[in-house]
Every structure is written in structure tokens, then in C-alpha cells.
């Protein structure tokens, strides 16, 4: 029985001797972190070419390898202050652990349930918000998939890469909608209640349009669960849900007997729903280590890959790129696992013959060792 982590390394060795990663941008003046026993085992590592890095990568199979966010003078000087910062890739990092879910795996695992809601969620926050919020264009938005449990999505642009740690936090509050206050998005006295409209660009006009589409559903317990309403309110709202609506677009938002503070716990209470969670410690931190794009990710098999279309992107299928040779195995856990087109059913103590990618993905996640 070969150890599973020997297994491991021998297998990413297979494939790099067939496969080159390809280099990021201005490589050599990237940091990079590789390791094996962690994800970044060390760092302040550097490469002149991506044949150096392809070198490196093959002579020593690290199971996870990643690059700097940011560029240096001299990207292997320790300590940090040596390596003369220059700028740094906007990236934002999401992840399936931060959103509630139905599933009812070990955080260590993923299935079609959370990976659809991460999904989701970098699908928004390129549609809703780095484009039309933003000002970045679809081209300037590079998708990645991390190899195990979610997105990076990295932001060239010169602009943003030399955006300070606190322009960062501030695109960051704007995601999370924190501080976010009714009066500074228009809503005032002027005889009659006014606020943003549905045609309204940044915060007002996704809280109208939002609020709008709750409103046109016509379900007063729906509305008030998701706009933090009483029932009472909600169900006037509804009857005269066509005289609303009219209003929200126009501005206008008292088409109806509705307390103002109602009003604007409703604005609040929306715009906590549609606000993007990211890690927030890697879009702020200018010398964070990530996954470098096309290397394989030790602990799934997976690799980190472009993606051209989000939408139709399928993390438990589209970056499988092992073989589908048989390896004998013998399971450790019971544990169903979706893998490409099939459903792999791990079983503690039953031998199985697997392909290459799912005994890979297996040894990698404990649910089974190699015979």
C-alpha cells in the first residue's frame, strides 16, 4: 500500500512531465510560495523565465505552488522590505465555505450545492459590480478557478494594481454594503417621500429594482421576510403593489401608508442580502501569495484553470485533467462524490477500481489509500 501523500507527488510528477505551467505576467518580478506538508511550506521565491519556473516545478513536485499578487524589484530579498514593492493585481478570492448552504458534508469536501452557490456569487459580483460599479470591463476580468473550492478573479488594469491597501478596504465596503446609509443614497422629505429609482446606477438602483422585483412577486410573507418588513406593512405594499412599483421607478416611495422607517430598514435589510462576500484579507493584502493558474492543486487533482465563462463553468468536471488509467483502492470513508459524469461511492474498507483522477482526488481528500 503506497503512502497516499508518495502517491500524490508521484502522480503531479507524471502529469509535469508532460505539461508545462504557464507563467504569469511580468514573472520576474513575481514572488512565489510553494509546498506540500502546508500550502506555502516557504516563499520569497523567484523565476527569470517560465522554463526556469517549469525547472523548478518538475525537479521538485510541490503539491501546491503559488505567485505574488505583487510585483518587486527583487522578489526573493527577505525580509518583505527588501524587495522594493511596486504595485500589485487586484483579486478578489471566493470561497464556498463562506456561504450558507443545505449541504451537509465536512468542510474539507464540496458538491453541487455549494459549488453552485460560489458559482453564483463570482458570477455577481462580475455582472453586478466589477463591471457596471466598477468600471471594469469583461476583458480586464480574468477568471480562476482555485482548484478546490472556489474563485480568484485577478484585475490587471495599471489603476488597480497600484490601488493602497486602504482603496482596497473601500472597494471592499462597497461589496459588503458597509456604512451604507439611506440619506446618502437620496432618500429625503420633499413633500413626499423620495429615494433612488429602479434606473439608478451603484447601491439606490439595485435596492429599487431589487425591492421592485420582491414587490411584482405579490407574496407579503416573502416580502417581509426578505425586506425586513412587518407583515402588516408588506401586505398594504402588495395590494397596492402596481402603484409601488410605479413609484420605485420613479423615485418615489411613498405610493402607499408605509412609515419611512419601515422604508429604510427595508433598504438596509436588501442591501445586506445583494452585498459580496470575498476574502476580504486577500483583496487588501499587496503581497498575498495565490494559486499560480494552471498548476494542479495538491489537495483535489484539480487544476487551477482559466475560465472563459463563469455561468457555464462546472468545478467538478471542467478541471479534471489526470488520466483515467485504473488504480486499485481501498476506502477509508463512506462518502458519495460527484467527479466529471459520474458519482464516485467511497465505502470504509471496500476495494474499488478507480480512474486516475478520482483515486487522486480520493487519497487527496482521506476517503481512500492506494493499494
Known amino acids: 500500500m503506497e503512502p497516499s501523500k508518495e502517491y500524490l507527488r508521484r502522480k503531479l510528477s507524471e502529469y509535469y512531465d508532460k505539461h508545462s505551467v504557464l507563467a504569469p505576467p511580468r514573472i520576474d518580478q513575481r514572488e512565489f510560495g510553494a509546498g506540500s506538508d502546508k500550502k506555502i511550506d516557504f516563499r520569497h521565491l523567484a523565476f527569470r523565465d517560465e522554463n526556469t519556473m517549469n525547472t523548478y516545478i518538475r525537479t521538485s513536485v510541490p503539491l501546491y505552488i503559488s505567485y505574488s499578487a505583487g510585483y518587486y524589484e527583487f522578489p526573493d530579498k527577505r525580509p518583505m522590505a527588501r524587495k522594493n514593492w511596486q504595485s500589485a493585481d487586484l483579486i478578489f478570492d471566493l470561497d464556498a465555505d463562506e456561504y450558507e448552504t ?79 446609509e439611506p440619506n446618502a443614497l437620496g432618500f429625503r422629505m420633499e413633500g413626499h417621500l423620495r429615494g433612488p429609482s429602479t434606473a439608478e446606477k451603484g447601491w439606490g438602483g439595485k435596492i429599487a429594482r431589487h425591492l421592485s422585483k420582491l414587490i411584482a412577486g405579490g407574496d407579503a ?38 412609515r419611512r422607517d419601515s422604508w429604510e430598514r427595508a433598504f438596509k435589510h436588501v442591501a445586506a442580502s445583494l452585498s459580496v462576500k470575498v476574502d476580504q484579507g486577500v483583496t487588501m493584502d499587496v503581497s498575498r501569495l495565490i494559486r499560480l493558474p494552471t498548476s494542479i492543486h495538491g489537495g483535489t487533482g484539480f487544476v487551477a484553470c482559466y475560465i472563459r465563462n463563469l455561468g457555464k463553468f462546472d468545478p467538478l468536471k471542467d478541471p479534471i485533467v489526470l488520466g483515467t488509467s485504473v488504480e486499485r483502492v481501498k476506502g477509508l470513508k463512506d462518502m458519495d462524490v460527484r467527479l466529471g459524469d459520474e458519482t464516485i461511492e467511497f465505502r470504509a474498507g471496500k476495494e474499488m477500481d478507480l480512474p486516475e483522477y478520482a483515486a487522486y482526488y480520493g487519497c487527496a481528500k482521506g476517503l481512500c489509500v492506494v493499494e
Open 102 to 180: 443545505s449541504c451537509d458534508h465536512d468542510a474539507s469536501m464540496v458538491c453541487d450545492i455549494c459549488m453552485s452557490r460560489v458559482t453564483e456569487e463570482a458570477v455577481r459580483l462580475v455582472e453586478d459590480f466589477l463591471i457596471p460599479d466598477f468600471g471594469f470591463s469583461k476583458g480586464e476580468i480574468i477568471s480562476v478557478f482555485s482548484g478546490n473550492r472556489g474563485y480568484h478573479l485577478h484585475i490587471r488594469r495599471e489603476d488597480a494594481q497600484q490601488l493602497s491597501q486602504q482603496g482596497r478596504k473601500e472597494l471592499l465596503d462597497y461589496l459588503s454594503s458597509r456604512g451604507l
Open 221 to 258: 410573507k416573502e416580502l417581509a421576510k426578505k425586506a425586513g418588513v412587518g407583515l402588516p406593512s408588506a401586505k398594504r405594499i402588495i395590494a397596492n403593489k402596481h402603484e409601488v412599483i410605479n413609484g420605485l421607478e420613479q423615485g418615489h416611495w411613498d405610493k402607499v401608508n408605509v
